[in-house]
């Protein structure tokens, strides 16, 4: 499957937690923004003619993408169109959006240029842990957001809620407590991903400081509590923070998981295109630089991935999902996983056989990391 990514690099204001390649920036810049993505689009869409004619997803995440004004988000539909994507041949279309920017007017107008799918970045429903994290939105906001999209649902659209867990002071209750009520919402997709702490974030920092604390000992009750409500909700783990009703799973993301293609825009964009990986400048000026000498591909580095690399890659990608991970054709590919390992984990109850494949099992889904370690040596 082949897959376009847009990475729109604005947000209201930057999250303490966050390092995406994102910023909080003047208006003005936004339309700067617009007519470089455009240069960049039809330039690498020349390179990678396959791309404007057998695209099956558009992710438009960011950042922000709903920060943009229904004429400027119309800009980023006419340059798609003027490629030649054909919105009504793709599989799914989704876009990001912040509680804060979740206007009608913008979703009506995505929505009539063939956008099915919104993923809301609620994180939690309680003031006091949105404030520590720094986000731009209140619960009252979040819930707003949450009606407006609902709204729309009668279009056939497709709604995520995201949840984040093992944020600082949150308790396992209060994530719990989160789970719940967005799943009693008329939502078909749930994403929940714990906390990644990056040094160099405002959090980071803090933290390094002392004067901020994340107890690493809830993420396990966090995480499994959370699974099994979903569960009980009729949401089926298709990937370790993924959750869908069924046939509401992510295209765009199984994509990536499954190993398929993608071309990416903006600044900092990944792409996958043959065997190789490669993206964009990521702070937005040598983005702009790189654009407007007409992406040279010379100045990219780019990443071959070879036969093992292609393997390793398919151990972890795969062993992440519901799925599960085929021995049998990592054996015809010559990288047999040792037995010993497999029946390590399996003794522990974290990993199950079943036919051909291993799939995480229990806690398993939370030690996964160590278990593909542990495949991988
Ligand atoms: S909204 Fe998302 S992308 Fe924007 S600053 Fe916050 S975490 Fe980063």
């Known amino acids: 499957m082949q897959s376009i990514y847009i990475h729109t690099p604005f947000c209201a204001k930057v999250c303490h937690y ?13 339309e700067e923004y617009l007519s470089l993505l455009k240069i960049e689009m039809e330039i690498m869409l020349k390179r990678y003619p396959e791309f404007a004619h057998h695209t099956e997803t558009i992710y438009w995440g960011g950042g922000t993408p709903s920060i943009l004004n229904t004429q400027q988000q119309n800009k980023v539909f006419d340059i798609l169109k003027k490629q030649g994507i054909y919105f009504s041949s793709l599989l799914e279309f989704s876009m990001e959006v912040n509680p804060e920017s979740c206007f009608e007017d913008r979703i009506e107008n995505a929505i009539q240029h063939g956008v099915n799918r919104f993923s809301l970045g609620i994180q939690t429903f309680h003031d006091d842990l949105l404030k520590r994290i720094g986000r731009s939105h209140d619960v009252e906001t979040a819930i707003k957001a949450l009606q407006t999209l609902l709204k729309y649902n009668s279009y056939g659209i497709s709604i995520s809620g995201d949840l984040m867990f093992n944020l600082p002071g949150q308790t396992i209750e209060t994530f719990l407590s989160d789970v719940r009520f967005i799943s009693e919402q008329n939502v078909d997709h749930i994403s929940f991903y ?8 405002v959090l980071g920092k803090r933290i390094e400081r002392g004067s901020d604390f994340v107890d690493e000992s809830v993420y396990e009750p966090m995480y499994l509590g959370g699974v099994e409500l979903l569960s009980k909700a009729g949401f089926d783990r298709y990937e370790v923070s993924n959750f869908a009703k069924p046939e509401k799973q992510s295209l765009h993301n199984k994509n990536y998981w499954n190993g398929g293609s993608y071309l990416g825009f903006g600044p900092g964009a990944h792409s996958f295109v043959g065997s190789v990986r490669f993206h964009a400048p990521e702070k937005f000026a040598p983005w702009r630089q790189w654009v407007l000498e007409g992406c040279p591909e010379s100045s990219l580095s780019l990443d071959p991935i070879g036969k093992e690399e292609r ?15 085929n021995l049998k054709t990592l054996e015809l590919e010559s990288i047999p996983i040792p037995q010993e390992a497999i029946q390590h984990w399996e003794n522990q109850k974290m990993l199950v056989r079943v036919g051909d494949h291993v799939h995480l099992h229990g806690r398993g889904w939370v030690y996964m990391d160590s278990i593909i370690q542990d495949f991988l040596r």
């Open 18 to 30: 966050c390092d995406f390649s994102v910023l909080s920036a003047p208006e003005r810049l936004y």
């Open 194 to 201: 714990g906390l990644n702490i990056a040094p160099m974030t």
């Open 311 to 325: 393997l390793i890659e398919k151990i972890w990608l795969s062993l992440r999902t519901s799925q599960g991970l």
